[in-house]
């Protein structure tokens, strides 16, 4: 689908176009340049006197709004391009008549938005209507970013005060296999040995530097959250002389509100590593069935059996841990309602205290993206049946919302929302999507978020994705980040 449009000649629009585009068509792209085989033409209209934008798809659908300037040009931009947003998106629904719950709203974090308006002094109507009104959100959507937010803030009454202290994210680049679905820094730890140990090396080197940075300056830890990956594929004896290290680097480990290990495939659970992870006191874990449907992991390349998940739940169980979390994904290839419905009646059995309902996301770089073509998934009005179901499960079985994120490419513009019982929630999660404090990345594939005490302003830096670079690079990625955490943490 080629859509052309004109009237518009800032290329600054063009991207949140295309995005919004993507929304309704699949593989589309908008130019702002005139073209010849365009499936669709929009005329657009700016009076900037008026601050009015008005749009005309063809000779029947037309829109209009209007934006106010803002205190300077960036600001003033930022407003007319909601504006011409707004026009498009109303132009799209009202030819394809398909609605768009989420609005005009494109980015992963609506919670932000809310928090935002919130803590700059409106009320929750005052911000209600704006999302209603300029945003063009639904009222359920709304309702869910509020019960979110207020959620948040019960878990960690604290949110909007903790820029002093960082939170941390190890990641851990290695797994059994490879699944289709997957983009994460995650590589098949079979014959790898040598590679782990300098890996592991390197790990220990950035903890250690960055543990000394930290101690040095009074920075306590809110959370720490070992991800990848699975930070379970490797031995036992390194995940305890891991969590030593840990232990041994960071500052006042008895402050740290949360540690979660993901132990995400069922297939790298033993007693031995239970043991390890009960020694560390680590507070919470995720075992990952994503559906209870053999011949669907069999499809996605997950390489354990539904059975092993169910096992390992026990044996976790029953070896002391307490708050384990489950993630689903709804819309993996071949899965229509029936069997999302039989995914939640197994989950029924288990009850883990929390679950993360993912909607599949064709992320571009990943093996089922790429064979498009070999993987069917369900429309997108059963994926939308599929997320009520799991709306109406979890609410019937005591969970609540409590983190929500979007992302590029997911199945029917649907979001992944993660659900708690009382008290059990994961605060890292909310951290992390809620951008309150710096989140400091060590090991491959772990990105840091620094957040600014002061102005909130945010620098990103990644690590290397691949553990050759990583090894290679480790010293380099360590002082990088102790460089930004000097500046940030001298700047307030
Ligand atoms: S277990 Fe998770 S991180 Fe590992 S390959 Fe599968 S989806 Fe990726």
């Not at 935002?116 to 359920?140: C, F, P, Q, S, V």
């Not at 000394?212 to 991800?227: A, P, Q, S």
């Not at 999507?433 to 978020?449: F, P, V, Y």
Request: hydrophobic fraction near 35%.
């Amino acid at each position: 689908m080629k859509i052309y449009i004109r009237g518009l000649d800032d290329h600054r629009f063009q991207r949140p176009l295309e995005l919004l585009a993507q929304l309704f068509f699949e593989d589309c792209n908008v130019s702002l340049d005139e073209i010849e085989d365009a499936d669709l033409e929009i005329q657009f209209h700016l009076d900037e006197p008026k601050k009015a934008v008005s749009g005309e798809l063809g000779k029947d659908i037309q829109s209009t709004t209007t934006y106010v300037e803002g205190k300077d040009e960036k600001e003033s931009f930022k407003f007319k391009k909601k504006a011409v947003n707004f026009v498009f998106l109303t132009l799209l629904q009202d030819h394809t008549k398909i609605e768009q719950k989420w609005g005009i709203l494109t980015g992963i974090r609506p919670t932000k938005l809310l928090h935002t308006k919130l803590k700059n002094g409106m009320t929750k109507e005052m911000a209600h209507n704006e999302l209603r009104n300029d945003y063009l959100i639904h009222e359920e959507k709304i309702q869910l970013m509020q019960s979110i937010v207020d959620r948040q803030l019960k878990v960690i009454p604290d949110l909007y005060n903790l820029e002093n202290e960082v939170s941390i994210y190890i990641g851990i680049p290695y797994c059994p296999t490879k699944c289709a679905y997957c983009t994460f820094p995650a590589y098949a730890i079979q014959g790898k040995q040598g590679a782990v140990d300098s890996f592991l090396y390197g790990l220990h080197y950035e903890m250690e530097k960055v543990g000394e940075f930290l101690k040095e300056r009074g920075i306590n830890i809110t959370t720490i959250y070992y991800g990848g990956g699975t930070p379970t594929s490797i031995t036992a004896e390194e995940m305890d002389l891991l969590y030593a290290k840990m232990h041994e680097s960071f500052p006042n480990m008895k402050n740290v509100r949360e540690i979660t290990v993901e132990a995400g495939r069922p297939d790298t659970i033993t007693p031995e590593k239970l043991d390890v992870l009960n020694k560390w006191n680590i507070d919470r874990i995720s075992i990952n069935p994503q559906s209870y449907i053999q011949e669907t992991l069999k499809a996605i390349g997950r390489h354990h059996t539904v059975d092993e998940t169910i096992t390992k739940f026990h044996l976790a169980r029953e070896m002391g841990m307490n708050n384990i979390n489950m993630d689903l994904i709804i819309g993996l290839p071949g899965e229509g309602l029936k069997e999302f419905q039989y995914t939640l009646d197994e989950t029924k059995e288990l009850m883990p205290e929390s679950l993360t309902v993912h909607t599949l996301s064709f992320k571009r770089a990943s093996e089922m993206t790429q064979n498009k073509q070999k993987y069917k998934v369900a429309d997108r009005e059963e994926v939308q049946q599929m997320m009520n179901e799991a709306t109406v499960w979890t609410e019937k079985h005591n969970y609540h919302p409590y983190y929500l994120y979007r992302q590029k490419n997911i199945l029917g513009n649907l979001e992944n929302i993660g659900y708690a019982v009382d008290g059990q929630e994961s605060l890292y999660n909310i951290l992390i999507m809620e951008e309150e404090q710096t989140i400091i990345g060590l090991g491959c594939g772990a990105s840091s978020k620094f957040v600014h005490p002061g102005t909130r302003q945010i620098t990103r830096f990644a690590n290397a994705k691949d553990p050759k670079s990583y090894n290679d690079g480790y010293e380099h990625y360590t002082n990088a980040k102790i460089k930004i955490l000097d500046e940030l943490f001298s700047k307030k």
